[in-house]
């Protein structure tokens, strides 16, 4: 209803930059409240959760009325002062989750990383033989053009010869 980019601006606006700012406050103080950096880390922790649902949402409920201005509402509500639901949402859904299923997400994790990095090893071996190769390929060109200068043909070094011959003759008359 509010139109796509005024939602999405309100979205950024009001999702990210103020508790980003706010994040930002509560980190430079300079006694930081502890419990303040608590508050924000879990919100940012909700916030990355629904950035990862958000095209499963998308796709499934985005087609619901005004469900981009009921994001928005969410995002409001998790660090209103006053509803602070970041408190209820994280104690209620998300830590009892993340504490059920937390070996899993770290075997996966450790899987992903190992597998993250061979693949990089092997991306990264096959660049570097593939330069080598074409650095072989390319100093090999070079010599083979340098060592098949062309030589002059034998009639040319003839017809030169004999023009200088001509030409020395005409001079000395």
């Not at 499934?60 to 509402?73: A, R």
């Not at 990264?124 to 053009?145: D, P």
């Not at 010869?161 to 030409?167: E, H, P, Q, Y």
Request: glycine share 4%; net charge positive.
């Amino acid at each position: 209803m509010l139109g796509y980019l005024l939602n999405r601006l309100l979205v950024l606006l009001l999702a990210y930059a103020y508790p980003a700012y706010e994040c930002f406050k509560s980190i430079e103080k300079n006694k930081p409240d502890i419990e303040q950096m608590r508050f924000w880390c879990q919100y940012w922790i909700i916030i990355a959760a629904m950035t990862v649902w958000d095209p499963f949402g998308d796709a499934f409920i985005g087609w619901f009325p005004m469900y981009s201005e009921v994001k928005l509402v969410i995002c409001v509500y998790l660090w209103y002062p006053k509803t602070q639901g970041t408190k209820y949402i994280y104690n209620s859904f998300l830590k009892p989750f993340l504490l059920k299923h937390e070996p899993e997400i770290d075997r996966t994790l450790s899987q992903l990383k190992t597998r993250a990095g061979d693949s990089a090893s092997l991306y990264f071996q096959r660049v570097v033989a593939y330069v080598q190769i074409r650095v072989v390929e390319m100093v090999q060109l070079v010599m083979a053009q340098s060592m098949q200068r062309p030589q002059p043909a034998p009639e040319t070094q003839t017809a030169s010869a004999s023009n200088t011959k001509k030409t020395g003759a005409s001079t000395a008359k």
